[in-house]
């Protein structure tokens, strides 16, 4: 059985130059109190303005209220993000390695409720806990990726969402020069589009939005001609289709639903 996306309105329109102002305030903030060369690579406007293009993506998908887990959070980006545009209307929460007491100013401002993992074999959830699980740029960096989905099964409600970002594209011009050139800063797993479908479907989640190349290129020159956000989706889809350089975008992102049976 296939499952159609539902779109919800957002409770506030989605600016992005108001989210990248704020986000960017956080970074100079928390960067002052603590100069963590984590925090720098990520403070980069550039940076910081895609995010808020994947966020603005993604965002129309999320339920009316419920739980959403930043999984493997950091300083909590997304929960920032959340917190912005939607207010209370969402309890957030946040895992990951770093410490109870890192990145201050911004657990402060999304209000997260972290709790620090000890293990990179379970999640410290119940079952059926969350309505949405985020997990920007972090399936990568698990040992068993397999292993990690097993888990955001388990801790997310029938039917609820898990949204994917930034897992890095197997045809990366970006990842190729880090690997060949550079020789550093690579990530050592990649992903095709295919196989990240069919490991999505193998523990309990169908794409409700096909995983894509994670590329906002078309869109952002549309926007200086287009006003309409819907015929923005159209046009770009058309360029997308004609000139298909995405397909050496960085990463890669998709919406999925956990699904009882295939």
């Known amino acids: 059985m296939t499952t159609v996306a539902k779109r919800i309105a957002p409770a506030a329109p989605i600016h992005l130059n108001a989210i990248s102002d704020v986000m960017l305030d956080l970074y100079r903030r928390q960067l002052a109190d603590d100069p963590e060369p984590y925090l720098i690579e990520h403070a980069e406007p550039r940076r910081v303005a895609h995010q808020a293009r994947v966020f ?28 912005k545009v939607f207010g209370e209307r969402f309890e957030l929460h946040g895992c990951d390695f770093w410490p109870n007491d890192k990145f201050r100013i911004f657990r402060e401002f999304s209000g997260m409720r972290y709790a ?28 068993m990726d397999y292993e990690l989905l097993k888990e955001i099964y388990r801790i997310l ?18 990842e190729w020069v880090s690997r060949n050139v550079r020789q550093a800063g690579f990530h ?12 999505l479907k193998r523990t309990g989640f169908f794409p409700i939005v096909p995983v894509r190349h994670q590329s906002f290129a078309w869109e ?13 989706a159209r046009f770009s889809g058309i ?8 397909v050496l975008s960085s990463t890669l992102c998709g919406i999925t639903q956990k699904v009882q049976s295939m």
Not at 188 to 199: A, F
Request: charged share 20%; glycine share 6%; hydrophobic share 45%.
């Open 56 to 83: 603005r993506w993604y965002a129309p998908y999320l339920p009316p209220d419920g739980a959403i887990l930043d999984l493997g959070c950091a300083h909590g980006p997304d929960a920032c993000m959340l917190r």
């Open 116 to 143: 620090k993992l000890t293990t990179n074999l379970a999640l410290p959830y119940l079952d059926e806990t969350f309505d949405v699980v985020v997990a920007s740029g972090v399936l990568e960096h698990a040992a």
């Open 157 to 174: 409600k029938p039917d609820a969402k898990l949204i994917v970002s930034y897992l890095p594209n197997r045809f990366s011009r970006e």
């Open 188 to 199: 050592r797993r990649l992903y095709g589009i295919g196989e990240t479908m069919q490991l």
């Open 220 to 232: 952002k020159r549309l926007e200086n001609v287009v006003f309409s956000q819907r015929w923005i």
């Open 239 to 246: 360029l997308r289709f004609l000139f298909p350089v995405h």
